[in-house]
Every structure is written in structure tokens, then in C-alpha cells.
């Protein structure tokens, strides 16, 4: 696997993208690591690791073009029924993320958030990424956060519920969209002004429900394990040439620390 991942490479860039100040958050479905093993004739815990090395050159390429959020779809709720074996190698590929991610972060003004029902994992899983998350929390230069046992249907649920544990004695006719977004899981950044799918599919698959309503959406064929920080540029391209409207919605509002 090593020497696989040793060969992975990147092709070259179009040149630093510079996102418009209303570009702060990417958000990415990352979809395509069992075709991408399909496709090379290799097993698919070998997709998924291609998948895993991918994901420092893209975090790497956002901060160089001035992304201040990143969200990564890392697995769905609905991913724990795939096969146990490969349930099992996602698992421990996080885990190594975590593992071995935490000093390259530091060294790059990374901070790592992870959003989802994180208590569905081991208490071994769970302790790396409270001390991941505790390890990077001053950092300021770019927020990665990591969606993992998450779906957005649930973030609205534990949302109306969070809202109503500090308000006992309220309906919830007073909350109001405002009060709603505070207790969503990304409360802490501002919703993402561009939705990245790769894989082929052209679908949001409960992410972000509530967040990406007036987000542009780019749908791209490159397989996650081939996207490249040029093929991100593209994205960026893209999306500088869209003309956004927001038919006189709220504007998001600015990104927490």
C-alpha cells in the first residue's frame, strides 16, 4: 500500500486561483474511491487509501488560494451499511489521518473540526479525534472540518433538539432560522459558497441540507483519488464566472473562530 501511495502525483496547477472575498468556504463530497480501485484492477481499501493520500494536497491547495473553510464528506450515516470489512478499513483509515495529520496542521495554521455522531465510533477513534481537535484549535489559517457518521437530516434534528433543551419553556414557534443555525454543527463557519462533488453523480446525498441552499454546486467526473489541485482550479474557475443571487436571502454571517 505504501509504495502505492508513494506513486500517487498531482498534476500541475493553473496557477494560484485567487478566490473572490466571497469564496471562504469549499465544501466536498468526495466520491469515486471504489471505481477508482475498479478502474485499476486493485481492491477497494486500496481506493479508499488513494482517497486519504489525496486529501493533504487539497486541504494544502485551498490554503494557498485563500479558502478559509474546508468540509470534507469522510462518511455518511448511511455508509455503515457497506460491507463490515470495508466499514472497517474506513475506520482505521481516519484514524491514521488523525494520527499522523496533527503535525503537518500545526506546521500549516490548519485547524480540524469534526462534525457528525462521532459517538457511534470506538472510544479509541473518538479519543484521537478529541485530542486532534484540542491539538489544532489555535490555529487560524484555514478550518478543515471532517464530516464523519454525518447526514444532514440529523444535524436538523439534534439542532431543534439542542435548541429545545436550553429553552424548556419555549415553543418552538420562537425559534427562528437564526436561532436554529447556532446549533447546527457547523455553527462555527459560514455556509459554503461552493459545493464540490466528484465521482459523476450529481447529487448532494444528505449533506449539508441546511447549509447549502443557496450554495453553487460544481459536479465533476474526475474520481476523488485523481482530483488534483488543478482540477480544483477548474472548480475555482467555475465558479468565478457564476453570477450569484441570492433573491433577497439573508447573507451568511461572518465566519467564527
Not at 481499501?45 to 487539497?58: D, E, S, T
Amino acid at each position: 500500500m505504501s509504495q502505492l501511495l508513494s506513486t500517487l502525483s498531482t498534476a500541475p496547477t493553473l496557477g494560484v486561483v485567487t478566490p473572490t472575498p466571497l469564496l471562504q468556504h469549499v465544501a466536498i463530497i468526495m466520491d469515486g474511491n471504489r471505481r477508482w480501485a475498479s478502474k485499476n484492477s486493485l481492491p477497494r481499501v486500496l481506493g479508499h487509501a488513494a482517497g486519504a493520500r489525496r486529501v493533504r494536497g487539497i486541504v494544502e491547495a485551498c490554503k494557498d488560494r485563500g479558502v478559509r473553510f474546508l468540509t470534507l464528506f469522510a462518511f455518511s450515516t448511511e455508509n455503515w451499511q457497506r460491507p463490515p470489512d470495508e466499514v472497517s478499513s474506513l475506520m482505521g483509515l481516519l484514524a491514521l489521518y488523525l494520527q499522523k495529520e496533527v503535525k503537518d496542521m500545526n506546521r500549516k495554521g490548519v485547524r480540524l473540526k469534526v462534525v457528525g455522531e462521532t459517538c457511534a465510533f470506538d472510544a479509541r477513534l473518538q479519543s484521537l479525534m478529541r485530542s486532534a481537535q484540542e491539538d489544532t484549535a489555535h490555529n487560524d489559517t484555514l478550518t478543515l472540518t471532517i464530516a464523519a457518521n454525518y447526514g444532514g437530516r440529523a444535524d436538523l434534528v439534534q439542532a431543534v433538539q439542542s435548541w429545545q433543551t436550553l429553552h424548556p419553556d419555549e415553543s418552538v414557534e420562537a425559534m427562528d432560522e437564526c436561532a436554529l443555525s447556532a446549533h447546527l454543527g457547523l455553527s462555527y463557519a459560514p455556509d459554503p459558497e461552493l459545493l464540490i462533488r466528484t465521482g459523476g453523480e450529481s447529487r448532494i446525498s444528505n449533506f449539508l441540507l441546511w447549509q447549502l441552499a443557496y450554495t453553487e454546486m460544481y459536479f465533476t467526473d474526475e474520481l476523488w483519488p485523481d482530483f488534483s489541485p488543478y482540477a480544483l482550479d477548474q472548480a475555482l474557475v467555475w465558479y468565478g464566472q457564476r453570477e450569484r443571487r441570492f433573491g433577497g436571502s439573508c447573507q451568511s454571517s461572518p465566519a467564527k473562530a
